[in-house]
């Protein structure tokens, strides 16, 4: 069974600093990964999606990247703000159908 | 495009009581599931359909029935409500295994 592990669980840093949250997933054989944002009492806004062909993908101050074989995904946030300050999800799709299964979140507090 | 919605955003329910959430998507995404996000054990997938016509289930599907009659909407009906389905209720949607898009939510509260 796809297990999904987020560490850390919370992160405080100041703005402007650079951070990365891990994210690690137990089977390889995956079709994509996906990472969300999640602000208090609100859904899940999609970040990026990394196919599983792909190394990494990038969106704004956004990075991405993926390992499959070692079965890890980075998300770097560059020059960190605080409206970055929202709940971090990683996720991934095991086969064809529409599962998800996802990692228990990073929660971020970037404070000004 | 409005993307996913859901309705009601928050409901109130006794023990064995029945109601469905509603959830539409008006981006002609084939694939659509339904989530319940619960403090300590994240999102669980409950059930997912593939297209119209097509459902089946996922990790929490009991208590939980749902039908896809249109590519547009995919209810989620509880049949008897129970305390243990207190949770906050997310549909997504999705062209085939592409990225996924959440709709805001349900906050179910069973008494």
């Known amino acids: 069974k796809q297990e999904v592990t987020q560490i850390p669980a919370a992160l405080s840093v100041p703005e402007g600093e650079n951070l990365v949250l891990n994210c690690s997933f137990t089977?390889?054989?995956?079709?994509?990964l996906q990472w969300f944002r999640q602000d208090p009492g609100k859904g899940l806004t999609s970040l990026l999606l990394?196919?599983?062909?792909?190394r990494e993908q990038t969106s704004g101050r956004l990075n991405a990247s993926l390992d499959k074989s070692s079965g890890r995904s980075t998300l770097y946030i560059a020059a960190s703000q605080p409206g970055d300050s929202a709940t971090y999800l990683c996720?991934?799709?095991?086969?064809?159908?529409?599962?998800?299964?996802f990692g228990g979140g990073t929660r971020l507090m970037v404070k000004p | 495009n409005a993307g996913v919605t859901q309705t009601p955003k928050f409901q109130v329910l006794k023990t064995g009581q029945s109601m469905t959430l509603q959830c539409a998507q008006d981006?002609?995404?084939?694939?659509m599931s339904w989530y319940r996000q619960d403090p300590g054990m994240g999102l669980r997938l409950i059930h997912y359909?593939?297209?119209?016509?097509?459902?089946d289930q996922g990790e929490v599907p009991n208590g939980y029935n749902v039908s896809r009659s249109t590519t547009e909407d995919f209810p989620l009906r509880l049949l008897s409500a129970a305390p243990s389905q207190t949770s906050v209720y997310f549909c997504?949607?999705?062209?085939?295994?592409?990225?996924?898009?959440f709709g805001p939510g349900t906050r179910l509260t069973v008494l």
């Open positions: 996720a991934v799709k095991v086969n064809a159908g529409n599962m998800l299964t």
């Open positions: 997504a949607s999705s062209k085939t295994v592409n990225e996924q898009f």
């Open positions: 990394i196919q599983s062909s792909q």
């Open positions: 359909s593939v297209g119209a016509g097509i459902t």
């Open positions: 981006m002609n995404h084939e694939y």
């Open positions: 089977d390889s054989a995956i079709y994509n």
